[in-house]
């Protein structure tokens, strides 16, 4: 079963960045939209950002400005570069593809990577 793969968490300072990068487990499966949620032990995940299979970008309030979603087809990978790390940003992150099957709609995930920011 395909599966997507976070990368690029760890331990920053506040006002510090991390690029935070969303793969396949097959390279066959191919990485266009995605969606970045975060979630918090004990709290619900949240979008934070998505980039859809065009040049359409979302982002939650909170990081608007902040953070970017990028894509680079060559590599079949999808970016969010965290800028400006602050306080409220420790999460697991998880990076998400929903796609249209014969069965019907799947959505896939990773196991997620962990940003810790400290102070």
């Known amino acids: 079963q395909v599966q997507l793969v976070e990368s690029g968490g760890g331990l920053v300072q506040t006002g510090g960045s991390l690029r935070l990068s969303c793969t396949a487990s097959?390279?066959?499966?191919?990485?266009?939209?995605i969606n970045w949620y975060r979630q918090v032990a004990g709290k619900q995940r949240e979008l934070v950002a998505a980039?859809?299979?065009?040049?359409?970008?979302h982002y939650a309030e909170s990081v608007k400005g902040r953070f970017a979603i990028s894509r680079d087809d060559d590599k079949n990978t999808v970016y969010l570069q965290m800028d400006n790390l602050k306080p409220e940003d420790p999460a697991v992150y998880y990076c998400?593809?929903?796609?249209?099957?014969?069965?019907?709609?799947?959505?896939?995930w990773g196991p997620g990577t962990q940003v810790t920011v400290s102070s």
């Open positions: 980039i859809g299979s065009g040049t359409a970008r």
């Open positions: 097959e390279s066959t499966f191919v990485i266009r939209a």
């Open positions: 998400n593809s929903r796609k249209n099957r014969p069965y019907g709609i799947h959505d896939y």
